[in-house]
C-alpha cells in the first residue's frame, strides 16, 4: 500500500488542486465518488450512506455534484447538504448515521484552487487503510464491475441545513451574548448563512461583514487569513468583539474591543483554564509564553506536527478533549469530532462569561513572546539533505546555546512545498530577529 508520502492524490487534508485542472476535475470527482463507495464495500458496508456538502467557490457544485453521481452510480444512497461548513459535514455524517461524507472545499485558499475532503462514519478523517484503498483505485480502477441498476442505483435526497442537527448542535453549546456587540467576518465563505443566524439566535448585536459570496470572493481580503480586516471593524466601531473565519468555518480567530488578535493559543489556554483541563495539545508553532503561563498554572501543553491531523492523533493517543493550532483550528473533542470555528468563537465566549472576567483581562495576562518566522528555499528533493548538513547542525546547536531556557527554535520541512522554515521565538524580539536570520543563512548555504 502506498504511504502518505508516496500518494498521488490524498495529502494531510485530503485532495486539492486548481478547480478545472487535473485531478480537481468533474471527471475526477466522479471517479473518487467509484472509488469510495468500492472501497467502503470492500470494508463491508453493503449499501453506503453518505453526505455531500462544499462552500462557496465557484467550482463547488461542479465538483459536489459530480462526487454524488460517482457515489450513487455504485450504490450509495446520497444526502445532499448544499453550502455548509466544512465541520457540518463531518457533524452530520456522524448525526444522520451515514457510512462517509464529502466536503468540497480548499478553506483558506483561493477561489480557483479547490479539494476533495472525506470523513468516516465518525465524522473523522479518513483512516490510512481506506485512504490507501481509495488511491488504488483510483490508480487502477478495477474492470468488470457489475452494472448497478434498478433499485440497487443510489437515492439522492436533501437536508435543511439551515435549522437542522448542525444548527442545533451550535445552539445548544453557545452562551447567551445579551446584547454583545460582535463584528463578524464570513469570509464570504460556509459560514455567511448559518454563523450569523446563530449568533442572532443567542443575543448579539451584529456588524456583519463579508458574508456575500458570489463564488469568486471567498477569502478575498477579508477572513481569518486577513484578520487586520476584523481588527480595524471593531476598534473603528467601538464593538466589544471580533469573529472572523475562513472560508470553510473549520477555524476562527477572535479580536478583543481593543483590537488585539485571540489566536488558537489564546483559546486554548482560556478554554483550558476555565473548564478545569490539565492537559492539551499545541503544535510545534505553538507559543511558548502560552506554554509557560499555563505550566505556571498546572497546565501542560503536548506539542504535535502542525497539522490538524496531528493535533487529532496526539489528542486520540492521550484520551484528551482539547488542542488547536496558532490558526485558530480548535479541537473540543468532548463536542465534535473535527475542528469548528463557530464552535471554537462560541466556547470561547462561554468561558469568558463564565470565568467572569473579560476578554481583554485574559489578554492582558497571558503573555506571547516574539516569534519570528523565516522560510528558506531549498532545491526539490533536498530538504532531508540540508537538514542533515553539518554547518545547519552547528548553527542550530549554537543558536539553542544562544536561546537558553528562554527561547526555542525549530527547523522544520514545509509538506507542500520545497521550503524549509525555521522559527525562534524568544521573551527578546532583538535576539529572535537576530538568531532566526544567522541560521536560515546556514540553510541558504547548504542549499546552495
Not at 84 to 106: Q, W
Not at 244 to 252: E, I, K, L, V
Not at 335 to 358: E, M, N, Y
Amino acid at each position: 500500500m502506498a504511504t502518505m508520502a508516496e500518494r498521488r492524490y490524498f495529502g494531510t487534508d485530503g485532495i486539492r488542486g486548481i478547480a478545472g485542472e487535473p485531478p480537481m476535475t468533474g471527471e475526477f470527482a466522479f471517479r473518487l465518488g467509484v472509488a469510495a463507495a468500492e472501497g467502503l464495500r470492500a470494508q463491508g458496508v453493503g449499501r453506503p450512506k453518505v453526505v455531500v456538502g462544499m462552500d462557496t467557490r465557484r467550482s463547488g457544485p461542479m465538483l459536489a455534484h459530480a462526487v454524488a453521481a460517482g457515489l450513487a452510480s455504485r450504490g450509495s444512497d446520497v444526502t445532499w447538504l448544499g453550502v455548509i461548513p466544512t465541520p457540518g459535514v463531518s457533524f452530520l455524517t456522524r448525526a444522520l448515521g451515514c457510512d462517509a461524507g464529502v466536503a468540497v472545499s480548499a478553506s483558506h485558499n483561493p477561489f480557483d484552487d479547490n479539494g476533495l475532503k472525506l470523513f468516516n462514519g465518525d465524522g473523522e478523517k479518513l483512516s490510512d487503510s481506506l485512504e490507501e484503498e481509495i488511491e488504488t483505485l483510483l490508480a487502477n480502477p478495477p474492470e468488470g464491475l457489475p452494472p448497478v441498476i434498478g433499485s440497487a442505483v443510489g437515492s439522492a435526497s436533501r437536508y435543511r441545513t439551515s435549522d437542522g442537527h448542525y444548527v442545533q448542535h451550535l445552539l445548544a453549546n453557545a452562551p447567551y451574548l445579551d446584547g454583545l456587540r460582535v463584528a463578524l467576518d464570513c469570509a464570504n465563505g460556509a459560514a455567511s448563512e448559518i454563523a450569523p443566524k446563530v449568533f442572532e439566535k443567542i443575543g448579539a448585536r451584529l456588524d456583519l461583514i463579508h458574508a456575500s459570496p458570489d463564488g469568486e470572493n471567498i477569502n478575498v481580503d477579508c477572513g481569518s487569513t486577513n484578520p487586520g480586516t476584523i481588527q480595524a471593524r471593531v476598534t473603528e466601531h467601538e464593538l466589544d468583539v471580533g469573529v472572523t473565519f475562513d472560508g470553510d468555518a473549520d477555524r476562527a480567530l477572535l479580536v478583543d474591543r481593543r483590537g488585539r488578535l485571540v489566536t488558537g493559543d489564546h483559546i486554548m489556554a482560556i478554554c483550558a483554564l476555565t473548564a478545569g483541563d490539565s492537559e492539551l495539545v499545541g503544535t510545534l508553532m505553538s507559543n511558548l509564553g502560552v506554554e509557560r503561563y499555563l505550566h505556571e498554572r498546572g497546565v501542560t501543553m503536548h506539542r504535535a506536527q502542525v497539522g490538524d491531523r496531528y493535533v487529532h492523533e496526539e489528542l486520540t493517543r492521550r484520551g484528551l478533549r482539547l488542542g488547536g493550532e496558532q490558526s485558530g483550528h480548535v479541537l473540543f473533542l468532548d463536542k465534535a469530532p473535527t475542528g469548528d470555528g463557530i464552535l471554537t468563537a462560541l466556547q470561547l465566549l462561554a468561558s469568558v462569561r463564565k470565568s467572569d472576567r473579560t476578554l481583554e483581562a485574559w489578554m492582558d495576562e497571558i503573555p506571547v513572546y516574539p516569534q519570528c518566522l523565516l522560510n528558506v528555499k531549498v532545491p526539490p528533493g533536498a530538504k532531508a539533505a540540508v537538514l542533515e548538513d553539518a554547518a545547519v547542525k552547528r548553527a542550530l546547536e549554537a543558536a539553542e546555546a544562544r536561546l537558553g531556557e528562554d527561547g526555542r527554535i525549530n527547523l522544520r520541512p514545509s509538506g507542500t512545498e520545497p521550503l524549509i522554515r525555521v522559527m525562534v521565538e524568544a521573551e527578546s524580539e532583538a535576539l529572535v530577529g537576530e538568531v532566526a536570520k544567522t541560521v536560515a543563512e546556514a540553510v541558504e548555504r547548504a542549499a546552495a
